[in-house]
T-cell receptor, first 117, second 110 residues
Framework: DAGVIQSPRHEVTEMGQEVTLRCKPISGHNSLFWYRQTMMRGLELLIYFNNNVPIDDSGMPEDRFSAKMPNASFSTLKIQPSEPRDSAVYFC???????????????FGPGTRLTVL | AQRVTQPEKLLSVFKGAPVELKCNYSYSGSPELFWYVQYSRQRLQLLLRHISRESIKGFTADLNKGETSFHLKKPFAQEEDSAMYYCALSGGNQGGKLIFGQGTELSVKP
């Protein structure tokens, strides 16, 4: 298994452009998480899905950010329009939710380094 | 409010010296605590979790509910331990959601 797959690995765009980040979770996992990493704020959870349904999007910074999970093997994080302050590394992670409220290890993708000029 | 605090951004030690990476948390219920590690050019990965009560790569961490701490310790640091370490918290009713600390960069010098 290749683990969690993210694309692109690097993205450079200009302010105002739309950016779409993609994630393929580990097959069989039923929870998917999007994180943003910056020097100032560290790792922040943006949104997470369970069985393809968004559960908590309280970390999404503003309406310019949106995330979808149309099926169990694919998720996107979109920024429209992008701004320089969105520059960060965006991580996707997946896990398998167990029974009785237990949660297993989150497996992280390699991240997408986004630079907005 | 739920929060994880790692007071040190950078910790530099010499090979063979003891290491302690500090982590304090704020949570009203019974949290589950984790340490994740990111080696250079590698993915963020789980190092250990408090419920396992195990030692991984010589590292241990004990949950101290009285002091709300979960410090990561290793008696003798190795150069290959150099990495970014993140402490994380999960609440029992939050669907596996993790709250991360700011991270501590550990540098082990020869």
């Amino acid at each position: 298994d290749a683990g969690v797959i993210q694309s692109p690995r690097h993205e450079v765009t200009e302010m105002g452009q739309e950016v779409t980040l993609r994630c393929k979770p580990i097959s069989g996992h039923n929870s998917l998480f999007w994180y943003r990493q910056t020097m100032m704020r560290g790792l922040e959870l943006l949104i997470y899905f369970n069985n393809n349904v968004p559960i908590d999007d309280s970390g999404m910074p503003e309406d310019r950010f949106s995330a979808k999970m149309p099926n169990a093997s694919f998720s996107t994080l979109k920024i429209q329009p992008s701004e320089p302050r969105d520059s960060a590394v965006y991580f996707c992670a997946s896990s398998l939710e167990g029974t009785s409220g237990t949660y297993n290890e989150q497996f992280f993708g390699p991240g997408t380094r986004l630079t907005v000029l | 409010a739920q929060r994880v605090t790692q007071p040190e951004k950078l910790l530099s030690v010499f090979k063979g010296a003891p290491v302690e990476l500090k982590c304090n948390y704020s949570y009203s219920g019974s949290p589950e605590l984790f340490w994740y590690v990111q080696y250079s050019r590698q993915r963020l990965q789980l190092l250990l979790r408090h419920i396992s009560r195990e030692s991984i790569k010589g590292f241990t961490a004990d949950l101290n509910k009285g002091e709300t701490s979960f410090h990561l310790k290793k008696p003798f640091a190795q150069e290959e331990d150099s990495a970014m370490y993140y402490c994380a918290l999960s609440g029992g009713n939050q669907g596996g959601k993790l709250i991360f600390g700011q991270g501590t960069e550990l540098s082990v010098k020869p």
